[in-house]
């Protein structure tokens, strides 16, 4: 953009660089001649009864989608843009309105409407000239000034370091209401991208890794493959010359071999096709050079196949699964690379069938199968989709025209993924962390780390909703996701049923049921951070624990210090001392062996009602265990004589509990509280210290009557933080 821009009169203006040779392309694209271009471009503005020969390129790639469309903006657009960059040159020599034209090019080659055309236009306008957003509002409407708006540069001046990172949020921001922000964007960067050999090394480099790190996972993000593509392939000759320079060697060496097997596959695949009756196309797709590359890394010697992939494309989505049927049946089909984006959509909206065949010389050919309309959403992204604000045609049974309500879209659905495609719910989650990182260092290499995470995954909520997550996000991303700052109380998760803890890596498909504590006290802890994968979670939590840090009075422990202080206080007091009365301890049980003390085992302390079995201990005593303890199997097995024990008229008993949760403030006192609710007594009590956020309570208790304790273990299960209860003979067996 306007560093590109040099006045011609200017002394300082940049003599042009030789340009290093372009790098091999994975598709064909006509390139404006822009010497020719800039000429044309010179000749001044022409009457309004034709269009300027200049925009001759950008409008036939238009009609060949818009074949009706009205070209006045677009001639509109080009005067005020040639006029405004009249005497502004690129560091390359071309006239500057030629990088402007380029662009508009581009969109115009992957189908974008008119009015994205207009503001690409003019998106350098506002930065370079004297041209104020309030003309370009007054002379093309307020959709065109937004998207020009929208990439306009923030003042160095104004912003120093900061100008870049605030560019970038200040485009996401306005993408979050109009994704054709950004598709000009990407398009203005591809361009600059391809002329970049007139820069110093340093400023290609620097260019190059912004591209890398922001523009091409937004490029993926968005669908635009065909940008994404030439944008990675300029990006690998900046930053790894050499092995750029290797693959392209590779690629001129296996086009020189004379040999041609993905050829040959597709003629097959043709001939199959036409047996079956399926109308299809079938091409070959050579692979672009950073693809050619991650396949010699994984795979070394490379092969015939290796270089490109066959894609066949078809008239409905069914044919897509009869080709699959045919090629499946009449190849030998390698099982492990069929993949069904189809029933399945990636979250960028890409969908196709992948497969591959084995040849007989033992080559895979990989095969990719979609619709025509498939293929243009996977070429062109949200560019295809055009209009956010316009319903497609059929949409709702008035063909185009604006959306009833009026309105930009605004995600729609709980999970806005499916509901509007135009505003993708990874984008929904960007924007609401970006607001909550008011500082511009934190923002850019949040950003950075957020778009690294290029794959996702969908869970779903208890209440059968979905949410969109990056691979790796675990209970506390989907907690931060579904419940935004009210996670804070979060105290645990059900993942497909099971209690899990809240750093549980989630998988694709996962049923996720999060557990919401009602004490209003329960805060996230300094844990959850190294749990948290998500931009939304961190910044959440980070805010979260900075502002209780705030708030605790000097010397007094924040709520989590608090809690963990009680629990390591209970888990270090000495257990009571305790000398059972007979009122529990043995009378309740009846010996057959005469005048010997009975005792309830302390291992899994039975209680009347549960099956019991005796044996002799030291003293000559008789110890009574439940038949299903983990001692008393151990010592059947060894051969031990067994002493007849049943139970007596008394119902009172004692009884050893277990009580798994997780750490928050005043549980202990809680469950105290339960406990003697039901009127049980603490015989004795031990805390362990917590161990990621999960806490093991072992409680022996006196009870009046054993008829009480199904009811005494609900109540202790009510306590929010708990989530089991169970009789101590559970864990030792």
């Known amino acids: 953009m306007s560093a590109e821009a040099t006045n011609a009169a200017t002394p300082g203006a940049v003599t042009p660089v030789p340009q290093s040779p372009p790098a091999p392309r994975r598709r064909s694209r006509s390139r404006l001649d822009l010497r020719r271009l800039g000429r044309a471009a010179l000749l001044g503005p022409t009457g309004r009864d034709r269009l300027p020969d200049a925009i001759g390129h950008v409008v036939e790639a238009h009609r060949a989608h818009f074949p009706d469309a009205d070209l006045e903006p677009l001639r509109h657009a080009y005067v005020l843009a040639e006029s405004s960059h ?3 040159m690129r560091k390359s020599g071309e006239p500057y309105i030629t990088h402007p034209l380029a662009v508009t090019l581009i969109l115009a080659e992957l189908g974008a409407e008119t009015t994205t055309l207009t503001a690409s236009l003019l998106h350098d306008t506002v930065e370079d000239t004297a041209v104020t957003l309030e003309q370009v509002r007054a002379g093309f409407g307020e959709e065109v000034a937004y998207l020009v708006d929208g990439v306009t540069k923030l003042e160095k001046v104004d912003y120093g370091a900061a100008a870049e990172p605030e560019t970038f949020r200040k485009m996401l921001v306005a993408t979050g209401n109009d994704v054709r922000v950004m598709s000009i964007k990407l398009a203005d960067r591809l361009h600059n991208m391809r002329t970049l050999g007139v820069m110093r090394r340093e400023k290609q480099e620097r260019i190059a890794k912004v591209t890398h790190e922001v523009l091409i996972p937004l490029a993926e993000r968005l669908g635009v493959q065909v940008l994404k593509t030439e944008l990675e392939d300029l990006v690998f000759s900046v930053l790894h010359p050499e092995d750029h320079a290797r693959t392209q060697e590779l690629i ?41 590359h991650r396949v010699s890394l994984k795979r070394g010697q490379l092969r015939g196949t290796d270089f490109g992939r066959l894609l066949v494309l078809v008239n409905e989505d069914a044919d897509c699964y009869g080709v699959l049927g045919e090629l499946h049946t009449c190849f030998t089909p390698v099982v492990s690379e069929f993949k069904d984006f ?21 080559q895979v050919t990989e095969v990719l199968i979609r619709t025509h309309r498939m293929h243009k959403v996977a070429e062109a992204g949200v560019i295809a989709l055009g209009n956010p604000h316009v319903a497609p045609p059929g949409s709702d049974g008035q063909g185009e025209g604006e959306r009833p309500d009026g309105e930009r879209p605004d995600g ?10 135009t505003r993708p719910g990874w984008l929904s989650r960007l924007l609401t962390w970006q607001a909550a990182a008011p500082d511009t260092d934190m923002f850019w290499t949040t950003l950075r780390e957020d778009l690294a995470q290029d794959r996702e995954i969908t869970v779903f909520r208890a209440d059968g909703g979905a949410l969109g997550l990056p691979e790796g996000a675990t209970c506390v991303d989907a907690a931060y996701a579904q419940y935004g700052e009210d996670a804070h109380s979060c105290i645990g998760a059900r993942v497909n049923g099971r209690l899990a803890a809240l750093g549980t ?12 504590g009602q004490d209003p006290a329960s805060e996230p802890s300094r844990e959850w951070l190294d749990h948290a994968h998500t931009p939304t979670a961190r910044i959440a939590i980070q805010r979260r624990l900075a502002a209780r840090a705030a708030e605790a009075p000097a010397g007094e422990l924040p709520a989590e210090g608090r ?17 059972p009365d007979a009122s529990f301890r043995g009378p309740g049980v009846v010996s057959d062996r005469q005048g010997a003390p009975v005792r309830l085992a302390g291992c899994c302390t039975p209680v009347p009602g549960d099956e019991i ?54 549980l202990l006192a809680d469950l105290t509280e339960a406990i003697a609710a039901e009127g049980g007594d603490i015989v004795s009590a031990t805390v362990e210290p917590p161990v990621r956020q999960r806490v093991r309570h072992t409680y022996t208790l006196h009870l009046p009557d054993a008829a009480h304790l199904p009811a005494l273990m609900r109540a202790m299960r009510d306590v929010p933080g708990v989530f089991d209860v169970s009789r101590a003979a559970a864990a030792t067996q």
């Open 86 to 88: 009249r005497g502004q």
């Open 252 to 292: 001129a060496g296996n086009a020189a071999s004379g040999e041609d097997p993905l050829g040959e596959t597709a003629e097959a695949v043709r001939g199959v096709l036409r047996e079956a009756g399926i109308p299809a196309e079938v091409v070959v797709r050579p692979r672009h050079s950073v693809s050619v």
């Open 342 to 362: 189809i029933a399945v959509p990636k979250f960028n909206l890409y969908q196709s069938l992948h497969t591959a065949v084995a040849r007989e010389d033992g």
């Open 412 to 421: 729609g659905g709980p999970d806005g993924e499916r509901a509007d495609p």
């Open 505 to 516: 890596v989630l998988r694709d498909g996962d049923r996720v049921q999060l557990l919401m």
């Open 563 to 579: 809690a963990e202080e009680e629990i390591r206080e209970a888990a270090s007091a000495p257990e009571p001392s305790f000398e």
């Open 613 to 666: 079995v005796g044996f002799t201990v030291r003293g000559g005593a008789v110890a009574a265990h439940r038949t299903d303890c983990a001692t008393a199997v151990r010592m059947l097995a060894a051969g031990r004589e067994q002493v007849g024990v049943r139970w007596g008229e008394t119902t009172a008993c004692r009884v050893t509990l277990v009580a798994e949760s997780f750490g928050r403030p005043h």
